[in-house]
């Protein structure tokens, strides 16, 4: 079946530092891929997607490349915040039945920032 | 309106209670979701509405019965639930036609069961 494999972390930085989570997935077919964030005590915040190779999501400083030939979304940001503090989820979409979509999640990414 | 929005916020029962949690869209989606999430884990989808029927049910335990009276509303009757069914419970939501459709995600409900 289909699946997404991310870095676990913990992971901490300094205000400014740059990151990358990395994201990479098994699937038949050509999924979407996302990055979703929880913020601590909230529920998930799509942060971006991309939908087909080559296609490139950005949000707040964030970006992901949908690399079909590594089968990888990795997440950067240039210069981290503390308010980026969170739980970083990658997904993939399987394709629809019946109207909807199975999210297969990443096990996810925690991050600190610290001032 | 383009939330997702989940009441209560948060939910101590019983093991012998009956409690539901609702979950309310005004986007128009016709597909809705709950979500089970542990801490520290990913979400692990229980039920799909989509077009208010019943999808698909991720062989969850009869104590969770999932209920959706219209489009814009989804509710889960809770029964004779166990202390690991204590968890935060995710409603979602997606447009539900044709392409990948993200997922937008309420703020849950924070289940204590004692």
């Known amino acids: 079946g289909n699946s997404v494999t991310q870095m676990e972390g913990p992971v901490t930085l300094s205000e400014e530092a740059f990151l990358t989570i990395n994201c990479t997935y098994t699937a038949t077919g050509y999924p979407s891929l996302f990055w979703y964030v929880q913020y601590p005590g909230e529920g998930l915040q799509l942060l971006l997607k991309a939908t087909k190779a080559d296609d490139k999501g950005s949000n707040k400083g964030f970006e992901a490349t949908y690399r079909k030939e590594t089968t990888s979304f990795h997440l950067e940001k240039g210069s981290v915040q503390v308010s980026d503090s969170a739980v970083y989820f990658c997904?993939?979409?399987?394709?629809?039945?019946?109207?909807?979509?199975?999210?297969?999640f990443g096990k996810g990414m925690k991050l600190t920032v610290n001032p | 309106d383009t939330e997702v929005t989940q009441t209560p916020k948060h939910l101590v029962m019983g093991m012998t209670n009956k409690k539901s949690l609702k979950c309310e869209q005004h986007m128009g989606h016709r597909a809705m979701y709950w979500y089970k999430q542990k801490a520290k884990k990913p979400p692990e989808l229980m039920f799909v509405y989509s077009y208010e029927k019943l999808s698909i049910n991720e062989s969850v335990p009869s104590r969770f019965s999932p209920e959706c009276p219209n489009s814009s509303l989804l509710n889960l009757h809770l029964h004779a639930l166990q202390p690991e069914d204590s968890a935060l419970y995710l409603c979602?939501?997606?447009?539900?036609?044709?392409?990948?459709?993200?997922?937008?995600f309420g703020p849950g409900t924070r289940l204590t069961v004692l």
């Open positions: 979602a939501s997606s447009r539900g036609f044709s392409g990948y459709n993200e997922q937008f």
């Open positions: 997904a993939l979409s399987e394709p629809p039945q019946g109207g909807s979509e199975k999210l297969v």
